[in-house]
Structure formats: C-alpha cells, structure tokens
C-alpha cells in the first residue's frame, strides 16, 4: 500500500460514516462499526458484507441474506493486511479501501522473494516447518518437500534439501514478547498460529513484521505508484 493520506485516527473517523447500517442497497456492504480499534499507529477494522444465501427446506429452495466480515488492518503510512478470503470477497474489500481510503493509488499484493524467506530463517530462533518447491534433476515429479518439527535447519533433511527454492516457512518470532508463530507463504500470506491472541497482539505482531522484515525489501518507487 502506498503512503496513505489518512492520519490513524482520520481512518477510523471515516469508518464511521461508512458504516454498513448507513447503506441504502439491498444487499449491504461496509464497515462493522462495532469492531474499529485504534491500536497504538494502526487501525484494525472490519468489512462486513451481505451475500444471499440458498438453502433447502422441506418446502423447497428458498433465499435469505447472510453477513460476511473480513478483517482490514492499516498497520501504518504503507501497508495494511487483509484477512485470507476467495479471490471474488478479495476484490470487493480491495475495492471498497480503493474508493475510500487510497483513491489516487493503486494497492498491490506483496509477494515474499526468496531473500526475504531466508533472511527469516537465519534471523528466527526456532523454526517448525519449511516447505521447498525442489527444481534439481531427478525431482521433476516432485511438487513439494515438507519438512516438520523443532530445530529442522539443524536437520539431515534440510542438509539435503535446504538449497531448493522456499514456498513456505513456519518460524516463532522471539524479537517481540508474544513470541508468536508465524507462517510465511512466498505468495505473500502470513499467518499467525495461536488462536488466542487478541486483535490488538495480532496487529502489533504484523506490524513489527512489516515495518522489520518486509519494508527493507521495497523500494520507495513501490510505495509511490499512483494511479494513470
């Protein structure tokens, strides 16, 4: 995302003039007032959205209205985190933040280059898991080896196959005090383990993962991309 106009406390003014009881359409969509949360420089929102639904009765088909939520996180001036959803409930939420939020510029999916997943491991204190998309001769059938456990870098297996390209990456974090889990998917999705966390830690975590893993790695030019 790039730097944004909104100051953090601008942002969560504007959600609630956008909130999702505010609309007039009939199938609703907007801001889940209830959940807004400032959270030190960030802003931790959700996008709820209407979506018909069919199920069956004993008097046939018949169609009702359910609530979708998404969690949207502004975590500062140039990025912010979208909950995993389909690609379809993706491109309304990306939407709904292009029209509102960041109208002159255009948002772009992060991707994790090979440099950023190894520069994880070397700097994580345990590691659980690593996936690898092997390119070597004799593996061509092979489309993913997965190693699982504690300590795996100082295994015999990634001895071996530790070279091989890296898909994902499970690691615990322990430069912050929850000493979360986090994966990291080479498609640009992170995600945090432990259920407990409330959405105050989840934020603080993903920020400390941008602002100290991912933002070394763009360029200013990334940040600044307008829209033609």
């Not at 004993?58 to 979708?68: C, M, S």
Request: glycine share 6%; charged share 25%.
């Amino acid at each position: 995302m790039p730097k944004q106009e909104l100051s953090p406390q601008q942002i969560v003014d504007k959600t609630s003039s956008l909130s999702i009881f505010n609309t007039t359409s009939t199938v609703k969509e907007g801001v889940l007032p209830a959940d807004t949360e400032h959270v030190g420089s960030s802003v931790y929102m959700s996008f709820g959205f209407e979506y018909v639904l069919e199920y069956n009765t004993l008097e046939g088909k018949k169609e009702d209205k359910a609530l979708g939520d998404v969690p949207v996180i502004f975590l500062n001036e140039r990025f912010l985190a979208i909950g995993a959803v389909p690609e379809d409930v993706e491109s309304k939420v990306r939407k709904f933040i292009q029209d509102n939020f960041v109208k002159e510029f255009e948002l772009e999916q992060i991707e994790f280059n090979e440099p950023t997943l190894r520069k994880i491991l070397r700097s994580s204190p345990d590691v659980f898991q690593i996936d690898h998309t092997p390119t070597r001769p004799g593996l061509e059938t092979v489309d993913r080896i997965t190693y699982v456990g504690r300590g795996v870098t100082d295994s015999r297996i990634h001895e071996d196959y530790g070279s091989e390209p890296l898909a994902k990456i499970k690691v615990r974090l322990g430069e912050i005090q929850s000493e979360a889990r986090v994966g990291f998917d080479k498609r640009g999705i992170i995600t945090i383990y432990q259920r407990g966390f409330t959405r105050a830690q989840q934020t603080i975590i993903l920020r400390y993962i941008v602002e100290q893993i991912i933002a070394p790695y763009l360029s200013q030019a990334f940040f600044q991309r307008r829209l033609a």
